[in-house]
């Protein structure tokens, strides 16, 4: 890949100077969905799929950027002083809103760079493509001036890229994943203070599998809209309990005391999103313990709960993807398996016995494709490292 993108670096922008190579990766959420903007855990890892760059510094304050992804949308250029926030969604903006947050946040970056880009990642699919490509860009300007920032930083500003210039608001958990991704490691972090602990994924009898239902995520207006809708229903659950009680976020409730108090929560709808996300985050909680000392059976089971929760009560999953997880409870050899990432769309993630794989991909590839017409992409998932300079 990196090859690839160098040869066209070279054709584009000239083969002189200190040039560079970089990648960072997209994610996929093991479990923990919706939490990350209520204050509580969440369970991805980075993945070895992502976005490659090379780049070179400029002296002057131009950016431009080549996406061999797509080609037809040439070269784009821009200066640093003229970056706006906008509701483009372009590959660019993404990345754009990064330097526009650090710029925004007094960080000196004393010039531009030319930069060409490839990506192994499917976009729109719920891998967290567009963190990918914030990082990437994070990663590129951070080494390139020696920047004084760390990766959570680097994190923190493709949040502010999400939010602030692009329209989305999600929470951190997909940027920091890509910054801080460890090699057959997840990451389990608590999103009300980053504070977060690399647990081992001892996987050597299965195999993590990304099932891609090719339903697009966020692509269009309206998943964008639906998500943001989500985290709004959210926070007016939080609203009506904080009348009763002191807390700062759904995070900080467990099981009972939520059965407790949701009564106090009025409308209906808002109560099975708060709901969600207070048992998804007790979920996570133990998913992680159950990992960590060994018990993959139940870490299996509260996936598949967590797609039902996901389903029923958070109301972002759809048709094709409820099939695929539905299915691939059926299938033999499946510890568990679940929609990933923000929904509407995108990919499952599930957990199969080694000897189990190639008849979990193919049966489940027929089965989805009879009631779907659809054919779905399978990925073996390899935990990789966080975004970095590539030697
Ligand atoms: C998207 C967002 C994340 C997170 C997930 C759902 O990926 O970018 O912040 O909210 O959805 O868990």
Redesign the pocket.
């Known amino acids: 890949m990196i090859e690839k993108a160098l040869e066209c670096f070279k054709e584009k922008f000239g083969d002189e100077g200190d040039i560079r190579c970089y990648f960072a990766p997209g994610r996929v ?1 093991l479990i ?6 209520n204050g509580g855990h ?1 369970f991805p890892c980075a993945l070895s799929m992502g976005n490659y760059g090379v780049a070179r510094k400029r002296d002057d304050r131009i950016l431009r950027w080549f996406n061999m992804t797509w080609p037809d949308e040439g070269v784009q250029e821009i200066s640093l002083d003229d970056l706006k926030p906008n509701d483009n969604g372009m590959w660019y903006d993404y990345q754009q809103g990064v330097i526009w947050a650090m710029l925004k946040a007094g960080i000196d970056i004393p010039g531009g760079y030319d930069m060409v880009m490839i990506a192994d990642l499917p976009a729109g699919s ?1 891998l ?1 493509a ?2 990918s490509i914030e990082e990437l860009a994070a990663v590129i300007v951070k080494d390139l001036y020696d920047l004084p920032i760390s990766m959570i930083d680097c994190a923190k500003f493709g ?1 502010v890229s ?1 939010n602030e210039y692009n329209g ?1 608001n ?6 920091f994943a890509s910054a801080m991704g460890k090699k057959d490691h997840a990451i389990f972090l608590d999103t009300a203070d980053l504070s977060y602990e690399y647990v081992p994924l001892n996987l050597t009898n299965e195999k993590i599998v990304i099932t891609n239902s090719k339903v697009k995520h966020n692509l269009t207006e309206n998943s964008y809209n639906s ?1 943001n809708q989500r ?1 709004k229903e959210s926070e007016e659950a939080l609203a009506d309990l904080q009348r009763i009680m002191d807390i700062n976020s759904l995070g900080e409730l467990d099981e009972e005391e939520f059965d407790k108090q949701c009564e106090y929560i009025k409308s209906d709808v808002c109560r099975k999103r708060a709901k969600h996300a207070v048992y998804e985050n007790q979920r996570t909680i133990k998913a992680v313990k159950a990992l960590q000392s060994g018990d993959l059976e139940a870490f299996g089971k509260l996936m598949n709960e967590a797609h039902i929760s996901m389903s029923e009560d958070y109301g ?1 999953s759809c048709e094709e993807v409820d099939i695929l997880a539905e299915e691939a409870w059926k299938l033999p050899g499946v510890i568990g398996s679940r929609i990933t ?3 509407f769309g995108g990919c499952t993630v599930s957990i199969v016995k080694n000897e189990y794989v190639d008849n979990f991909t193919s049966t489940l590839g027929s089965v989805y494709k009879e009631r779907t017409g659809i054919d779905a992409e399978f990925y073996i998932a390899d935990a990789g490292d966080g975004a970095r300079r590539l030697k």
């Not at 923990?32 to 903007?37: F, L, Q, S």
């Not at 999600?170 to 940027?175: E, K, L, P, T, V």
Request: no cysteine.
């Open positions: 959420n923990g969905e919706h939490t990350d903007y969440v719920g967290s567009s963190a949040q999400e989305s999600s929470g951190i958990m997909d940027q998500y985290r972002a990432g923000g929904g």
